[in-house]
């Protein structure tokens, strides 16, 4: 695990589960606690407001709020309404690949178009690969709906953690990338408000083994 030392190390934990491949994960967490991270694979991160489930994370104003569309230590997660919900306190990805604010969440609709159309190459592994019959829009349904009485359509679209994409800035292409970690690594946010969080291990098709588990650590 690499993240350096910093406020985290001296708190104490308070849930830590192992999140089983292509499955999701939600949980409570409240202001000033920190949520960590622990994976070799994709990790679909979303958070909504504990007391309004309907003041949720938005990509679009946390770009703006950043001034980038790559995040990393320092970085604030914003919601629709501006507010800050999450900062990125320790990266362990920096220096080996970037988070994407870009892509939304793949889903087994999405796998299974992707194979109609000829386009499961662009998941890194060429055309024969195993199509997952569910992805992570499915697993943040499950942390999200039911627990929390979520309407799928109302799931804000994720920061894809650990998801390194190349833009080229001429054409705007998006293209993933092979880029993972190589062994496991952590990344630290910590809770500005007190909220709902929810993650997908993503079954990502450039992951060894087609994606992994996850851990989820909460801090406080």
């Known amino acids: 695990l690499r993240s350096k ?6 708190m104490r934990t308070i849930r830590d589960e192992h999140v089983t491949a292509n499955s999701g994960w939600g949980a409570d967490i ?8 622990t994976a070799t694979t ?5 958070c909504l407001d504990r007391g309004d489930l309907s003041h949720r994370f938005d990509q679009a104003r946390t770009k703006r709020g950043n001034g980038t569309i790559w995040i990393s230590e320092g970085g604030v997660l914003y919601s629709k309404r501006g507010v800050a919900m999450m900062t990125i306190i320790a990266d362990g990805f920096a220096g080996t690949g970037r988070h994407d604010l870009q892509y939304g ?10 194979a109609e159309e000829g386009r499961l190459s662009q998941y890194q592994h060429g055309d024969r690969i ?21 309407a799928p359509e109302n ?31 952590a990344i630290d946010l910590r809770a500005e408000m007190d909220l709902v ?8 098709r450039a992951a060894p083994q087609f994606g992994q588990a996850i851990r989820a650590t909460i801090l406080g």
Do not use: K, W
């Open 5 to 10: 030392p910093d406020e985290a190390e001296s």
């Open 30 to 37: 409240i202001v000033g606690q920190v949520l960590r991270l």
């Open 42 to 46: 994709i990790i679909d991160l979303v």
């Open 105 to 114: 969440m793949c889903s087994g609709q999405r796998y299974a178009r992707a």
């Open 130 to 150: 195993p199509i997952p019959d569910h992805g992570c829009y499915e697993n943040l349904q499950s942390a999200l709906c039911g627990p929390y009485g979520v």
């Open 155 to 185: 799931i804000p679209s994720p920061i894809n953690l650990f998801q390194h994409v190349e833009i080229d800035t001429a054409t705007g292409e998006m293209r993933h990338s092979p880029i993972r970690p190589t062994a496991p690594v």
């Open 197 to 204: 969080v929810a993650a997908s291990a993503c079954p990502d």
